[in-house]
């Protein structure tokens, strides 16, 4: 049977903050956890075990376990602050549940109730549970005066004990209007991240990438394949970078979308002077922008690897890595998806794509959306459409994922080689910092 799994990201409500993410499993329909319980178990035990290394990173992992998870000691995959153990109505009834659930919580694990509900079985064991999590997707939940009266005293009670309470299912504007409207602690749901960033005036970038790319260029011999890795894990840098050299300034002949062609045109003395204009603005990113720019870098590397399972694919991987990287920029700079593009000379099945999920590379895109989203029908649609057998999704998603993990941990940490100290650079021609001012800003 086809499985699928995919993280989707809790928020902050006040601050934008990513604290961490569920991970959604899916079984031959819609979950895992509609399955015969002991079959569910059986998929969940032996993925986690196989990938519970590649999806931990600085933030926490939420994860829904069933009975049968609970009672085989699943949770101890991963130390006490890495996992949050969400427990439903399959576990709260079980007659065994409570001594596991004390047990875990002597070990300083953690524990969410899904679904929370003002009834004796969810109030006895409110005491284990540091969240309190409310699925706001329910139409009368929101939008019946019952419905809502029922929320505002469960996020009442919540606040009144001492709980965190999560609003789960904020798919829609309205509803997360509403979930801020209640003051919940944390958001998540589709829109969520639609709402990770503003749009800016200037670029956002990462500031560890970018400092990397600082000391990458003042070596004396720059090793140019570095420093086009550098540049292509990072959105805001490569729009940068190819915004630059294709405008009048450089004059090509033919403009490209290619990063290391980009490189080459610059040259090594104006590519340190264009890093040493960006920063004077180099003010690095807030946490939702961060979050922005690691869904980018997530989807350009998931859509770069889906390629190779298309046949006679009309685009290569480099074009698959730019829908996905390109995929957040209108969120990033002051200008809508078309105008961006109209600055970058991507092919026209990127174009398309982008702007309106047309042919196939559109439905590469579509396929990213569809499975960032949790919505399993869609993507096994759109990957049954292609030709990628959706038994390898799974993986292939979560190899992408810790692949961004182990690049995040080195930029998130000060970049400095070992043995050398810091190194500034120092330029003198004012004409040409005039010229990059002007393409610049």
Same mark, same amino acid.
């Given at each position: 049977?086809?499985?699928?799994?995919?993280?989707?990201?809790?928020?902050?409500?006040?601050?934008?903050?990513?604290?961490?993410?569920?991970?959604?499993?899916?079984?031959?329909?819609?979950?895992?956890?509609?399955?015969?319980?002991?079959?569910?178990?059986?998929?969940?035990?032996?993925?986690?075990?196989?990938?519970?290394?590649?999806?931990?990173?600085?933030?926490?992992?939420?994860?829904?376990?069933?009975?049968?998870?609970?009672?085989?000691?699943?949770?101890?995959?991963?130390?006490?602050?890495?996992?949050?153990?969400?427990?439903?109505?399959?576990?709260?009834?079980?007659?065994?549940?409570?001594?596991?659930?004390?047990?875990?919580?002597?070990?300083?694990?953690?524990?969410?109730?899904?679904?929370?509900?003002?009834?004796?079985?969810?109030?006895?064991?409110?005491?284990?549970?540091?969240?309190?999590?409310?699925?706001?997707?329910?139409?009368?939940?929101?939008?019946?005066?019952?419905?809502?009266?029922?929320?505002?005293?469960?996020?009442?009670?919540?606040?009144?004990?001492?709980?965190?309470?999560?609003?789960?299912?904020?798919?829609?504007?309205?509803?997360?209007?509403?979930?801020?409207?209640?003051?919940?602690?944390?958001?998540?749901?589709?829109?969520?991240?639609?709402?990770?960033?503003?749009?800016?005036?200037?670029?956002?970038?990462?500031?560890?990438?970018?400092?990397?790319?600082?000391?990458?260029?003042?070596?004396?011999?720059?090793?140019?394949?570095?420093?086009?890795?550098?540049?292509?894990?990072?959105?805001?840098?490569?729009?940068?970078?190819?915004?630059?050299?294709?405008?009048?300034?450089?004059?090509?002949?033919?403009?490209?979308?290619? !990063?290391?062609?980009? +490189?080459? &045109?610059?040259?090594?003395?104006?590519?340190?002077?264009?890093?040493? =204009?960006?920063?004077? *603005? #180099?003010?690095?990113?807030?946490?939702?922008?961060?979050?922005?720019?690691?869904?980018?870098?997530?989807?350009?590397?998931?859509?770069?690897?889906?390629?190779?399972?298309?046949?006679?694919?009309?685009?290569?991987?480099?074009?698959?890595?730019?829908?996905?990287?390109?995929?957040?920029?209108?969120?990033?700079?002051?200008?809508?998806?078309?105008?961006?593009?109209?600055?970058?000379?991507?092919?026209?099945?990127?174009?398309?794509?982008?702007?309106?999920?047309?042919?196939?590379?559109?439905?590469?895109?579509?396929?990213?959306?569809?499975?960032?989203?949790?919505?399993?029908?869609?993507?096994?649609?759109?990957?049954?459409?292609?030709?990628?057998?959706?038994?390898?999704?799974?993986?292939?998603?979560?190899?992408?994922?810790?692949?961004?993990?182990? !690049?995040?941990?080195? +930029?998130? &940490?000060?970049?400095?080689?070992?043995?050398?100290?810091?190194?500034? =650079?120092?330029?003198? *021609? #004012?004409?040409?910092?005039?010229?990059?001012?002007?393409?610049?800003?």
């Amino acid at each position: 049977m086809d499985r699928c799994v995919v993280r989707q990201a809790i928020k902050e409500t006040m601050t934008g903050n990513i604290i961490g993410y569920e991970l959604l499993f899916q079984g031959s329909d819609d979950s895992f956890y509609d399955e015969p319980e002991t079959s569910a178990a059986d998929m969940i035990s032996n993925f986690l075990m196989n990938n519970s290394n590649k999806f931990v990173s600085d933030k926490i992992m939420f994860i829904t376990f069933t009975p049968s998870l609970l009672f085989r000691n699943t949770p101890k995959m991963f130390e006490p602050d890495k996992v949050i153990i969400q427990i439903e109505d399959n576990l709260i009834i079980h007659p065994l549940a409570t001594p596991f659930i004390k047990k875990y919580c002597e070990l300083g694990y953690q524990f969410a109730i899904n679904n929370f509900q003002f009834s004796q079985k969810y109030m006895e064991m409110l005491e284990y549970a540091k969240y309190i999590r409310i699925n706001l997707s329910q139409a009368e939940t929101t939008e019946t005066e019952r419905g809502k009266k029922s929320v505002e005293n469960i996020v009442s009670m919540a606040q009144g004990t001492g709980k965190k309470c999560i609003a789960t299912g904020v798919n829609t504007k309205e509803v997360y209007d509403y979930a801020v409207k209640l003051k919940v602690d944390y958001l998540e749901g589709n829109y969520v991240a639609k709402t990770l960033a503003s749009k800016v005036d200037k670029v956002k970038y990462m500031q560890g990438n970018f400092f990397q790319l600082m000391v990458a260029v003042s070596e004396e011999e720059p090793d140019m394949e570095e420093i086009e890795q550098i540049v292509s894990r990072d959105a805001g840098l490569t729009y940068a970078l190819l915004k630059l050299v294709n405008s009048a300034y450089f004059a090509l002949r033919r403009r490209t979308a290619s !990063i290391r062609q980009a +490189l080459v &045109t610059l040259g090594i003395t104006q590519l340190r002077q264009w890093v040493y =204009m960006l920063s004077f *603005d #180099s003010k690095g990113t807030d946490s939702s922008s961060e979050e922005l720019l690691k869904i980018s870098f997530l989807r350009a590397t998931f859509a770069s690897e889906l390629v190779g399972y298309i046949k006679d694919c009309p685009i290569n991987k480099t074009d698959a890595y730019l829908i996905g990287m390109f995929s957040t920029l209108e969120y990033m700079v002051n200008a809508t998806e078309e105008e961006i593009l109209e600055e970058i000379p991507v092919s026209a099945e990127v174009k398309n794509a982008l702007v309106a999920q047309e042919g196939t590379a559109g439905k590469i895109y579509s396929l990213l959306l569809a499975y960032e989203r949790a919505d399993w029908k869609q993507s096994k649609k759109l990957s049954e459409s292609l030709g990628v057998p959706t038994y390898l999704l799974a993986q292939t998603y979560i190899d992408c994922v810790d692949e961004v993990n182990e !690049i995040w941990k080195g +930029l998130t &940490t000060e970049y400095e080689r070992p043995g050398e100290e810091r190194r500034f =650079m120092h330029f003198d *021609d #004012s004409d040409d910092r005039e010229h990059l001012e002007d393409v610049l800003y």
